[in-house]
């Protein structure tokens, strides 16, 4: 899949199924520092009556952000979905527009090959 590389970041666009609609995510970051996946809670309609674990976010600047973490339908990465898995809700879009980012808990689930000339990122599921 196609990627933008600005301010030092691969932006991408992630497809999200929730709450059985499906919503497609642009300006989202591939952030090898981050140990979970999260996205913007005012892009989608977020599900305040679904059940839902408050958690604390640490950046390495010394930040916080308190997120809800909460049950997705699915997340697509180029051609790979994941089903049913939670993700964090915060209000991220106030640095950069950022409105997610995809951390190493699915990062870490895939096969990373990326060309920074044709500006491309691949996720392939490792095969033993």
Known sequence: MKFQWKHGLIWISLTLGYDGQEYTIDNCIVDT???STA??????PFNYQKPAIIKMLFGIGGGEQEVVSQEVDSLKLGQETFKNINIEFGDLAVDFGINGFIGTDLLSQFLLSIDFIKQEIMFSKQTE
Do not use: T, W
């Open 33 to 35: 520092g981050s140990a």
């Open 39 to 44: 996205v913007d809670i005012n892009i989608v």
